[in-house]
């Protein structure tokens, strides 16, 4: 003999839901739905995305802030580190920029670098960090400029036909769109 089944509010097969339109049989009501959202303004934000933004209003003044991978899934991955360190980039402790930081992201009472989930906060003169966005950006451009030219002069890398012909050039057409994206620095 079977032995009867446990009801479980997520259980298609336990309960049928209630047809909409059917009136309940001899005034019996109608059980509740079992899936009801509540109301948005009952929502809290999700934390973990907005968790380690620092809004550029709150950065020391003169000085630009970033995150740096220290270690992936508890390795280190002491090369990203490293590269950032060459760029000018210095390890944010909690008692730097009087203390501004402390027990924001770590324990108040710890003395030390800010770390969070194998990202390190790292600090470095906002003039640096704007000459660095420059130079990518300049760097950016001049690529777009050298592909563009080939592209006017025929000069497509592994086109088997004549791209010097005049009707291929004529063909080429270039279209330009600007999205805005991070550019990481080096």
């Given at each position: 003999?079977?032995?009867?089944?446990?009801?479980?509010?997520?259980?298609?097969?336990?309960?049928?839901?209630?047809?909409?339109?059917?009136?309940?049989?001899?005034?019996?009501?109608?059980?509740?739905?079992?899936?009801?959202?509540?109301?948005?303004?009952?929502?809290?934000?999700?934390?973990?995305?907005?968790?380690?933004?620092?809004?550029?209003?709150?950065?020391?003044?003169?000085?630009?802030?970033?995150?740096?991978?220290?270690?992936?899934?508890?390795?280190?991955?002491?090369?990203?580190?490293?590269?950032?360190?060459?760029?000018?980039?210095?390890?944010?402790?909690?008692?730097?920029?009087?203390?501004?930081?402390r027990g924001r992201f770590m324990p108040h009472d710890f003395n030390g670098k800010i770390k969070v989930d194998g990202l390190v906060l790292m600090a470095?003169?906002?003039?640096?960090?704007?000459?660095?966005?420059?130079?990518?950006?300049?760097?950016?451009?001049?690529?777009?400029?050298?592909?563009?030219?080939?592209?006017?002069?025929?000069?497509?890398?592994?086109v088997t036909l004549a791209a010097d012909h005049p009707s291929a050039v004529r063909s080429n057409i270039i279209e330009r769109s600007v999205d805005t994206?991070?550019?990481?620095?080096?």
């Amino acid at each position: 003999m079977a032995t009867p089944r446990e009801h479980t509010p997520f259980d298609p097969t336990a309960a049928p839901m209630p047809h909409s339109k059917r009136a309940p049989d001899n005034g019996a009501s109608l059980k509740p739905p079992r899936h009801v959202l509540r109301p948005i303004e009952e929502y809290v934000e999700f934390e973990e995305e907005t968790q380690l933004r620092i809004p550029k209003n709150e950065w020391p003044a003169g000085f630009a802030l970033k995150w740096v991978t220290e270690s992936v899934w508890g390795q280190p991955f002491p090369q990203v580190r490293a590269r950032s360190e060459k760029g000018g980039w210095v390890p944010v402790h909690q008692e730097d920029f009087d203390g501004a930081y402390r027990g924001r992201f770590m324990p108040h009472d710890f003395n030390g670098k800010i770390k969070v989930d194998g990202l390190v906060l790292m600090a470095r003169p906002q003039t640096w960090s704007d000459k660095a966005e420059r130079v990518n950006r300049s760097r950016a451009e001049q690529r777009v400029q050298i592909k563009e030219a080939q592209l006017r002069m025929g000069d497509l890398g592994g086109v088997t036909l004549a791209a010097d012909h005049p009707s291929a050039v004529r063909s080429n057409i270039i279209e330009r769109s600007v999205d805005t994206i991070a550019v990481p620095l080096k």
